[in-house]
């Protein structure tokens, strides 16, 4: 260990002793002129399927919103960026609520550009959601939430209200082929499916082995690089391997999606998800950088993460973007909650790739010209999830 990783160690070892309010006061947690954020790939952590009708499209990005419990904790510290605005953020998760169920509302959106050039098209947010309800003997519900694709800004709609305000719009298939795929504007689409019986596979873990993991970050950085899956960005072999096998950049994607998952949807205890804050604020790489929105318009503190690809973990064996894109989380450090996860565009898309076959054996290749954020500039939104609720809660599931 060097001198570098040694002081992160005391900082985060002094972080976890200190009160919240004092450790805020201490570190001058206040409002700061926002600064340049670097740019990163993007890679997400949950998969996200794009609401269209004929064609199957991938979206690949997760938004998650916290809504606050109510309890008798102090009034918290206002959001705004800094340094160790993780370490205030694990102090205030550690005293938040328990209940008899966890709870999740998520909606996720991928944005898709809708026109024949840059100069002439307009941009759609292609959402859905998912509701989960799961009690503290792993019995779990989820239901799907439909949701009509909108317009992303008021000018994106001013354009498809001069374009007749259509239905249906359609756009290029991403994957490649001679069929168009659709995006659904009606908001009479709008619906949540009958519930249906919950997994208990939070990426490779059980309920019972997130209730269980340590509450150091030291020690769940230790158990989390035994943890097995198929971690790498791009290969052509899904087998399975242990984060701790992973070098570089690649462990920390495969961590940071792992942390972002327990601070999320996963039903993590308060003092875990702490832990999995404190982790984060020492991992390479991984910096708060300033204020900002997130999807939903709530205040948080931007966390830039240090990742190279836009993989879902998992899911596909080759990468399915030909742009590079930066991953950002949005915090809430004064509850102690991830707001969203979101990428935003660093090069878009260029030249071509092939995939692997389709279902029906045909050839399929991605080219520029059909990917949904082939007109973005740099620095605007490709996808996002926001995480409506994130609460333990001993009401009754409705």
Known sequence: ??????LRGMRTALAQE?????LALRV?????????????????TVPAVGLVATASVAAGALVVVSVAAEDERPANVSASPGGNALLVAAANAERAPGGRYWHTRTRSGEIYAVGDSRAHHYKVDSRQGTETWTDRNGSARTAHVELADVPLTAEDRRKWQAAGSPEWVKIPNP???????????????EGRDGWRPGEDDYLGMTRQRIAALPTRPDALLSDLLGLKGAWRAASSSTK??????????ERIRALTD???????????????????????????????EGPAADPMGRPGTVVSLPLVTTVPLGLYTAPKQLGTYRRQWIIDPGNGRL????????????GSRPLPPGD???????????????????????????????????????
């Open 18 to 22: 200190e009160d919240a309010d004092r």
């Open 1 to 6: 260990m060097d001198e570098l990783d040694a």
């Open 258 to 288: 792992v942390a972002g998952m327990l601070l999320s949807t996963a039903p993590a205890p308060p003092k875990v998800r702490a832990a999995a804050f404190r982790m984060l604020a020492d991992l390479p790489g991984v910096r708060a």
């Open 240 to 249: 399975k391997e242990p984060i701790g096998a992973l070098r570089g950049e």
């Open 28 to 44: 001058d947690w206040r409002a700061r002129p926002e600064r340049p954020a670097r740019l990163r790939r993007r890679s997400f």
């Open 339 to 350: 707001l969203a996860i979101r990428d935003l565009v660093a090069k878009p898309p260029r």
């Open 175 to 189: 994957e490649g082929g001679s069929e168009q795929a659709l995006l659904d504007m009606r908001t009479e689409s």
């Open 360 to 398: 029906r054996g045909q050839s399929r290749r991605l080219e520029a010209r059909d990917m949904p954020d082939r007109f973005h500039r740099p620095g605007e939104l490709a996808d996002y999830t926001v995480y409506e609720t994130t609460e333990w809660t001993d009401r009754s599931p409705s």
